[in-house]
């Protein structure tokens, strides 16, 4: 089973110059990665952790997200328990918390002590760029979120639990959204890491 990697198109919100600069000036760039994967295998609703088993078990993925990895932590990053080490391994149940989809909105990008316009603005366009929406059969005006959000923390092995975060933060977070129409698996990772 193969997820394809998909490229970012140019047009999207994480692209724009004016988002990327307001991710520069929250510190949620440098450590921040979004990887979008084409997945070609049926997976019901419910089967979410049996697609993230896979995704995070499938070679052509696992290159990407080691990359992501290295690129974040530097060249031999992962050794100590860091994301590079966890992604080669096989890996556990992956558990879904009841809300994915409200941390997403809650803690996007952003500060406390930042103007709240251009926060709401961009965590719209973020939230919009991950996940999917449609209409409501026979109603014409409501819509439904058809993508299902999953907030990832660590891995459960046999070995016991693999930390996905350098060091323990409420502002880290690896949200992946799966998208069913599209058939995209779409994971926006941020390490937050403070400078003291």
């Not at 932590?73 to 080669?88: I, R």
């Not at 391994?89 to 803690?107: C, F, S």
């Not at 409420?170 to 698996?185: A, E, G, H, K, W």
Request: glycine letters at 8%; hydrophobic letters at 35%; one cysteine or more.
């Amino acid at each position: 089973m193969a997820f394809p990697y998909v490229s970012l198109p140019s047009t999207s919100a994480f692209n724009e110059p004016f988002t990327k600069s307001l991710l520069e000036k929250w510190d949620m760039r440098k450590f921040s990665k979004v990887c979008v994967f084409r997945y070609t295998k049926y997976y019901h609703r419910l089967a979410g952790q049996e697609l993230l088993l896979d995704l995070f078990n499938d070679p052509s993925s696992q290159e990407h997200l080691q990359q992501l990895a290295q690129s974040l932590w530097g060249e031999g990053a992962g050794g100590g328990g860091g994301p590079g080490a966890m992604l080669s391994h096989p890996h556990g149940p992956v558990t879904e918390p009841d809300q994915g989809a409200e941390p997403l909105l809650v803690r996007g990008p952003g500060g406390e002590l930042d103007k709240i316009a251009p926060y709401l603005d961009t965590t719209k366009k973020l939230y919009k760029e991950l996940v999917t929406v449609q209409r409501k059969s026979g109603d014409s005006d409501a819509i439904e979120i058809v993508s299902t959000v999953f907030s990832i923390k660590s891995f459960k092995t046999e070995s016991g639990t693999l930390a996905l975060f350098p060091r323990p933060s409420r502002n880290s977070f690896c949200y992946v959204t799966i998208d069913p129409m599209r058939r995209l698996v779409k994971m926006w990772y941020h390490a937050h890491l403070p400078f003291w």
